[in-house]
């Protein structure tokens, strides 16, 4: 795939990604993984979804397959794509010597951040939007989450991809807890204020270790983040 191919599907992704929710309106449907992804003269594959219609590759499994690098600025996503991603690294500049997430627990890593995100972003979504907060749509986007984090436990096989799903599970568990706290307040009030995780710490942090977890899945490599733990 040539460096502007792969430009154009970057900025195609980066313009679709659901970080922006408060400019949807209303909560966005979870897309479905509709097929593979798989660059020609490479070994690693990709999850596609299916949303509205369309094709999308998460940023962080096209950072994978293309060796880019990925970096946050506020609501700035940046992508760095390597000198020449037309032919697969060479057998030596694959090799590395600190030891790096495995293949298989990757994607079910990416899978796994991505069910999270979605279910903070429906979430978001409603609040900034006023619409009613209800078990019954965010008990799915839940499981959903639950079960890729299950299928990244089951896939976690070296000392690197266990260090990660511990900060990935504890990813999902304040999630779990900012979302349980969503519904108990919704059961008392009748108007939640639409700024509510812009003045929440707990999101912040939430928000921080998506964000580092993207990068451990962009570089392959596990790294520590205190806003996980």
């Not at 795939?1 to 792969?6: F, G, I, K, V, Y």
């Not at 962080?60 to 970096?71: D, H, P, Y």
């Amino acid at each position: 795939m040539q460096a502007s191919a792969l430009i154009r599907a970057a900025t195609a992704l980066v313009a679709a990604l659901p970080l922006l929710a408060s400019a949807q309106s209303r909560p966005p449907a979870t897309g479905a993984r509709s097929g593979t992804l798989i660059l020609a003269g490479h070994q690693e594959e990709a999850p596609l979804f299916r949303i509205n219609g369309r094709s999308y590759i998460d940023i962080e499994s096209l950072a994978r397959l293309t060796g880019a690098s990925v970096r946050y600025s506020g609501n700035r996503v940046i992508l760095t794509l390597p000198a020449s991603s037309s032919r697969p690294a060479s057998g030596a500049q694959a090799s590395s010597k600190t030891p790096q997430l495995s293949g298989p627990f990757l994607t079910a890593e990416i899978e796994a951040l991505t069910a999270i995100r979605e279910w903070r972003v429906s979430l978001v979504n409603a609040v900034e939007n006023s619409y009613p907060i209800a078990d019954n749509w965010i008990a799915p986007l839940r499981r959903s989450a639950d079960s890729r984090v299950q299928l990244a436990a089951a896939a976690a096989t070296t000392e690197p991809d266990q260090k990660t799903l511990d900060l990935l599970r504890n990813e999902f568990a304040k999630m779990q807890q900012e979302s349980d706290n969503l519904l108990a307040l919704r059961s008392r009030l009748s108007y939640i204020p639409p700024d509510t995780f812009s003045n929440d710490p707990q999101d912040q942090k939430i928000l921080a270790c998506e964000r580092a977890l993207a990068q451990v899945a962009a570089s392959k490599e596990f790294q520590d983040e205190p806003s996980c733990h």
